[in-house]
């Protein structure tokens, strides 16, 4: 259950990677949000949109070359000291999309998960560290005899509960999740949603959840932003989103979720945006209520609240 109290505050952060002299790709471009302690907030939208930038950008992988992020209370962005630093790495953690190739092969899940404990020197003799371990591998559904195993001897679903275990290890207020069903078979994305949502409740976390599932996102979110080449669109609660979406690349992902039942598929209709029209730079967030808000201009604004998307339309 989501408070008042903002955990994390993001005011136009720009991420871009220069590619040659003549082309830099803006892969975060402006963007501005905030995140309140204990709710899930998560980012939607396609391959490249820059979501995952996003998050590796919150917590230090990359540097952002532009805007300001406020860690509770803290300013994290921009140069930072040793203690910003531990403070980063003890208070906010990641879980990585592949669950392979996010964890080391030649290392036994025991050195693995408690590798953040070595870092930072939180443990003081091999027993203590040994049994946070133990203590936090049961809190992820996986035994004692699972800590000298190598990543090669467990399944998908298994491999991602030992990433959430690493994160898990330094007790963070905040993590960030990466894409971490996409790689699963069906039915195991649904047990590790299911722990995630246990251990929120359990330990009072927040979430940035990042994924291109739509059904997935509406089960575990309290708040959604959709992002498009860099930009958030659209952002509000779940219901804002998927029950009165004004961005046209909002109405356009929403109509490609399938139906599970076939005789409503068959009469599904797609909304298909038209990526030509698509020009950012003369757009602004606009408040369509308290929770609720769109990137838009003055004009499509007007047209777009008449219900008129036909310029967006191929």
């Known amino acids: 259950m989501s408070t008042n109290n903002v955990i994390l505050e993001v005011k136009n952060l720009k991420q871009f990677f220069r590619i040659d002299r003549k082309t ?40 952002g070359v532009g805007g300001d992020v406020e860690f509770m209370g803290k300013k994290i962005s ?8 531990h403070f980063i790495t003890t208070n906010m953690q990641m879980i990585f ?32 560290r040994k049994n946070k371990v133990i203590e936090v591998l049961k809190s992820v559904g996986l035994s004692e005899d699972h800590m000298n195993r190598f990543p090669h001897q467990f399944s998908g679903g298994q491999r991602q509960r030992i990433g959430v275990a690493r994160a898990l290890i330094l007790k963070p207020k905040f993590i960030i999740a990466d894409e971490i069903i996409s790689a699963l078979d ?47 669109v659209e952002m509000g609660t779940v219901d804002d989103v998927y029950n009165n979406p004004m961005h046209p690349y909002t109405k356009s992902l929403l109509s490609a979720i399938p139906h599970p039942d076939p005789d409503s598929e068959k009469t599904r209709k797609r909304f298909v945006y038209d ?28 047209l777009w609240s008449n219900g008129d998307y036909s310029l967006s339309l191929k």
């Open 186 to 232: 069906v039915s195991i994305q649904a047990q590790v949603i299911n722990l995630m949502k246990k251990l929120q409740r359990e330990l009072g976390l927040t979430y940035l959840f990042i994924a291109h599932d739509l059904s997935m996102v509406r089960y575990i979110s309290d708040r959604v932003a959709v992002m498009h080449l860099g930009h958030i």
């Open 24 to 63: 830099t790709t803006r892969a975060v471009d402006d963007v501005s949000f905030k995140i309140y302690e204990g709710e899930t907030f998560s980012v939607v939208g396609e391959s490249g949109s820059g979501k995952s930038t996003l998050g590796r950008t919150l917590i230090r992988i990359y540097d």
């Open 97 to 128: 999309q592949d669950p392979m190739a996010s964890l080391n092969p030649r290392k036994k899940v025991l050195d693995t998960v408690a590798f953040g404990l070595d870092v930072n020197k939180l443990v003081s003799n091999p027993v203590e």
């Open 275 to 302: 990526m030509s029209t698509v020009i950012y730079n003369d757009s602004h967030m606009v408040e369509l209520s308290e929770t609720h808000s769109v990137l838009t201009t003055d004009k499509d604004f007007e």
């Open 78 to 85: 921009g140069k930072i000291d040793k203690e910003t630093k």
